[in-house]
């Protein structure tokens, strides 16, 4: 079975400071992209980052990047300069070609002012 | 470019009652997903049309839910009858093709009393 794994349900940053969000995923195939998906308040997920599993270089989005290390499985969110607008639900996911969406449990990040 | 229209936003049912909600995708878009998300959680796909043919419905708790996607264009999903556990949100997302982003309505709350 695929699934993706969140170690921490909730964190906090100061505004304006940097942020790591974590996620780990399992799967047997060689070919996937992933996804970090942000669900604030009024529940609309949106996208935030996507990254191609064949790619090596890290994708970014402006003050969002990712650290994909596909060895180990792994696909970190940062946030740097937080905004007060990025607090919110931020959902990992996973879909391997050709196969639909895998989502994890969710970090939740409160921004303080 | 308009995004994914869902409704009902909120909806409140007595168990074994039904309910149905409906989603127009983004315009061009073959792929189709239904998904439920319970409080506290990440989205869970109960339902994947390519154009209007089901992909996966793994998921799907057939003898209460259905869903169909006729013309491929909008869906329905329906809950017949409703218990208290289907109390959640259900997000309708649409997608180019099966493993680019999926784009997200805002979502139905259905509370089941």
């Known amino acids: 079975a695929q699934t993706v794994t969140q170690s921490q349900p909730e964190m906090s940053v100061q505004e304006a400071e940097t942020v790591t969000l974590s996620c780990t995923y399992d799967t047997s195939e060689s070919n996937y992209y992933l996804f970090w998906y942000k669900q604030p308040p009024s529940r609309q997920m949106i996208l935030v980052i996507r990254?191609?599993?064949?790619?090596?270089q890290n994708a970014t989005e402006n003050r969002f990047s990712v650290n994909f290390q596909k060895a180990a499985k792994s696909f970190s969110l940062k946030i740097s300069d937080s905004q007060l607008g990025d607090t919110a639900m931020y959902f990992c996911a996973f879909t391997p070609w050709g196969q639909n969406f895998v989502f994890g449990p969710g970090t939740r990040l409160s921004v303080l002012p | 470019e308009a995004g994914v229209a869902q409704s009902p936003r909120y909806k409140i049912i007595e168990k074994r009652q039904s309910v149905a909600f409906w989603c127009n995708p983004i315009s061009g878009h073959a792929t189709l997903y239904w998904y439920q998300q319970i409080l506290g959680q990440g989205p869970k796909l109960l339902i994947q049309f390519q154009n209007n043919g089901v992909v996966d419905d793994s998921q799907l708790p057939k003898d209460r839910f259905s869903a169909e996607r006729l013309k491929g264009v909008d869906s329905t999903l329906k809950i017949q009858p409703a218990k208290l556990e289907d109390s959640a949100v259900y997000l309708c997302?649409?997608?180019?093709?099966?493993?680019?982003?999926?784009?997200f309505g805002q979502g139905t709350r259905l509370t089941v009393v």
């Open positions: 990254q191609e599993a064949y790619k090596q």
């Open positions: 997302a649409s997608s180019l093709a099966r493993d680019t982003e999926a784009f």
